[in-house]
């Protein structure tokens, strides 16, 4: 049986503009602080598994800058400089979207988006900020500290202009990876199970944290156009660190963060379209 075809606007007749959204959003945090103070255990063992993966990967850099002065022509804080961004970004994205998008194969398998498809609310809004993972927001703060000492190393002292360009910057990387991972969650309108298509992506993310300058030929386009790993950490780290090559590394950042975000609105609208409940 066909579900009803509904539309994915939120209804004109009860949308009262952003305040509304705005409104169930802080309802939402305040759910997800319910529920992880209900679990703090879990809670406070997660951010301490983050905090050893990200001290594991230093320690990966610090090995690596025992042997050489350089990485292409990136030195070991900038190195460091870059890992830290890279994980603020990863982080700041898992807090906001990540529990979100790998619950929905799960949500179509038991039949709870038919119910979220009745909502009086836009059914990709209710999907991607239904939760949020709160020890993503702590873990996003030791990026930060780390990225401060890198530039203290470094002897950077960024402009205001600099930082409101790394924000703006990284804002548009959290949002290329939100439209990918979502993009490929919603192949699960066919498979019903994309996990592995979902943590596959998730898994390039270690990819970002490398310096573009030590990529070429084919691997290189490839992980700049078709998947942008080596735009979304870099080009904000290159802003703080003044390496800009061409301020056409940042236009092209975000470029591919309109185009990623317009790809994925298309084709979770074509694939909720082809929706059918669970029941039939």
């Known amino acids: 049986m066909k579900v009803p075809q509904i539309s994915n606007a939120p209804n004109p007749a009860t949308v009262t503009g952003w305040r509304r959204y705005l409104t169930i959003y802080a309802a939402l945090w305040k ?143 959290v949002l290329i990876h939100y439209s990918l991972m979502l993009a490929l969650a919603s192949t699960s309108f066919w498979t019903v199970r994309a996990q592995g298509i979902v943590w596959g992506y998730y898994n390039l993310f270690n990819l970002a944290r490398m310096p573009d300058a030590a990529f070429h030929g084919f691997f290189r386009g490839f992980f700049t156009f078709a998947i942008p790993m080596l735009l979304v950490a870099n080009v904000p780290t290159k802003v703080l660190a003044r390496k800009l090559e061409s301020p056409f590394e940042i236009g092209l950042l975000l470029l591919m963060g309109a185009i990623c975000f317009v790809a994925s609105e298309l084709f979770w609208r074509f694939a909720l379209r082809r929706y059918t409940s669970a029941s039939s």
């Not at 993966?53 to 320690?59: E, H, M, N």
């Not at 038919?114 to 809004?125: A, E, K, Q």
């Not at 996003?140 to 360009?165: D, E, K, N």
């Open 31 to 173: 759910n997800s602080i319910v529920r992880e103070m209900g679990f703090k255990a879990n809670f406070l063992l997660w951010v301490v598994v983050e905090l050893l993966w990200f001290a594991l990967q230093l320690g990966f850099i610090a090995v690596i800058y025992q042997h050489t002065d350089r990485i292409a022509t990136w030195s070991k804080w900038e190195v460091i400089l870059l890992v830290g961004a890279s994980h603020l970004i990863q982080q700041l994205f898992t807090a906001i979207f990540l529990t979100n998008i790998t619950q929905l194969s799960e949500n179509i398998r038991t039949g709870k988006l038919d119910f979220m498809l009745l909502f009086p609310v836009n059914t990709r809004f209710l999907i991607s900020f239904r939760q949020v993972d709160l020890g993503g927001f702590v873990n996003a703060g030791t990026s930060i500290f780390v990225m401060l000492y890198a530039g203290r190393h470094l002897g950077l002292h960024p402009t205001a202009l600099q930082l409101i360009g790394f924000s703006a910057l990284v804002l548009c990387s």
